[in-house]
């Protein structure tokens, strides 16, 4: 968990960064054409404040020829620690890594929000989590919320079972997660659901003390 926790915090800190060059602005979830269709992750515009240097098309689909064969080279801090070695399995190229969409997220609507207007206190607002089910890191796809639906599920890295059983059942039930003043927390299963609606509101927010 030390190790996982400590790659959040880098994604943390990227944020930070990309904010601090952008006038205080996060990076919206998705990267868009002018025609409005989503392109690439919000993972992608951070690369350079992971000191990451790809090659990737800004102006094309993730999916496209060349962005795809950039899959397999997702930055270390992206990938779930403790990776079975074997490079032809499908989590070397995706990433538990997400950000909550939805009406009243950070991350609602295409553009990047300024957390320093959250009506929500400073550290009580989740901007990146650990989701229940990897995705390749460069498409446009997190974590979809709604008040009127069910929590999404969560912490998949840590579950055990499927394709993630090679994990081995040592590995404590939860998931890591930034939250808008850099801090990274470990949340766990026992968290009432009602404080973790607040905390993926950005006009909301409560992370009780317990969390951190």
Not at 197 to 209: D, F, L, M, W
Request: charged fraction near 25%; aromatic fraction near 10%; include cysteine.
């Amino acid at each position: 968990m030390v190790k996982a926790k400590a790659n959040m915090r880098q994604i943390a800190v990227a944020l930070e960064d990309y904010a601090a060059a952008h006038d205080g602005q996060l990076p919206p979830a998705a990267v868009y054409d002018k025609d409005g269709k989503a392109l690439l992750s919000w993972r992608v515009p951070l690369l350079p404040y992971l000191e990451e240097d790809l090659p990737i098309h800004l102006d094309e689909p993730w999916d496209s020829p060349d962005n795809l064969s950039l899959l397999p080279r997702m930055p270390q801090v992206y990938r779930a620690v403790h990776y079975p070695s074997n490079e032809s399995l499908p989590q070397r190229s995706s990433t538990f890594c997400q950000v909550f969409t939805g009406k009243g997220t950070a991350f609602d609507g295409t553009e990047g929000r300024y957390p320093e207007v959250f009506g929500a206190p400073a550290g009580s607002v989740f901007l990146v989590v650990e989701a229940a089910k990897p995705v390749p890191w460069t498409k446009p796809a997190d974590i979809e919320y709604d008040d009127d639906q069910p929590l999404p599920q969560l912490g998949g890295v840590f579950v055990g079972g499927g394709m993630f059983s090679l994990f081995g059942e040592n590995r404590p039930r939860g998931f890591c997660a930034a939250l808008d003043n850099g801090q990274v927390i470990f949340v766990e299963p026992t968290v009432d659901p009602a404080d973790l609606r607040r905390a993926i509101k950005r006009n909301e927010g409560n992370v009780p003390q317990k969390w951190k």
